[in-house]
Nanobody, 118 residues
Framework: QVQLVESGGGLVQPGGSLRLSCAASGFTFHYYIMKWFRQAPGKEREWVASVTRDGGVKNYAESVKGRFTISRDNRRKTVSLQMNSLKVADTGVYFC???????????WGQGTQVTVSS
């Protein structure tokens, strides 16, 4: 059974930091590109960051570049998102996603809430 389980969300003040984690099981983790998405209230889901199968290439949305860092541990089958210098606009539900090479399979986690507020 495929599972992606996010953790680490919570309430943080502007300028603060959070680290999100996503634990994977039920599929061959290192064959998949891993991505983070987020969805703010009343807005469409948007892509935040991605990392290739071996962790060699990372890409970020312009809005988070320089503040967020994606990483993966293929031994532990986890992907993380370190978020620094958080802004109110970063508020939303954060989801991890797994995609294989041919995009014949894709899996989503349930999401974890991140709230940036003073």
């Amino acid at each position: 059974q495929v599972q992606l389980v996010e953790s680490g969300g919570g309430l943080v003040q502007p300028g603060g930091s959070l680290r999100l984690s996503c634990a994977a099981s039920g599929f061959t983790f290192h064959y998949y590109i891993m991505k983070w998405f987020r969805q703010a209230p009343g807005k469409e889901r948007e892509w935040v960051a991605s990392v290739t199968r071996d962790g060699g290439v990372k890409n970020y949305a312009e809005s988070v570049k320089g503040r967020f860092t994606i990483s993966r541990d293929n031994r532990r089958k986890t992907v993380s998102l370190q978020m620094n210098s958080l802004k109110v606009a970063d508020t939303g539900v954060y989801f991890c996603k797994a995609e294989n090479i041919g995009m014949t399979n894709e899996y989503w986690g349930q999401g974890t809430q991140v709230t940036v507020s003073s």
